[in-house]
Nanobody, 118 residues
């Protein structure tokens, strides 16, 4: 069992930056692929970024490529999402998720709100 707790959301002006954190419980954190998703009001949840268990491989949605950076610290059981050059369309609830082997994500956090004002 893995529990995920996100933090770091808030209100920021367009062009600003935020860093989200996701702290995980459990001793096997380093075995999970970790990802960030987001869901804006009235829209479906969408993929944002993903990082391999060792941190060497990352992937991003086209909409955030070049602006967001995902990273992880396995010693701290934490995954991060550095968000720069934020846009109003980045406004959403951001969720971290953990994936163990299969195509689906097995564990989800409760989400943290990010609001970008124009």
């Amino acid at each position: 069992q893995v529990q995920l707790v996100e933090s770091g959301g808030g209100l920021v002006q367009a062009g600003g930056s935020l860093r989200l954190s996701c702290a995980a419980s459990g001793r096997t954190f380093s075995s999970y692929v970790m990802a960030w998703f987001r869901q804006a009001p009235g829209k479906e949840r969408e993929f944002v970024a993903r990082i391999s268990w060792g941190g060497r491989s990352t992937s991003y949605a086209d909409s955030v490529k070049g602006r967001f950076t995902i990273s992880r610290d396995n010693a701290k059981n934490t995954v991060y999402l550095q968000m720069n050059s934020l846009k109003p369309e980045d406004t959403a609830v951001y969720y971290c998720a953990a994936q163990w082997g299969g195509p689906d994500y097995d564990y989800w956090g409760q989400g943290t709100q990010v609001t970008v004002s124009s």
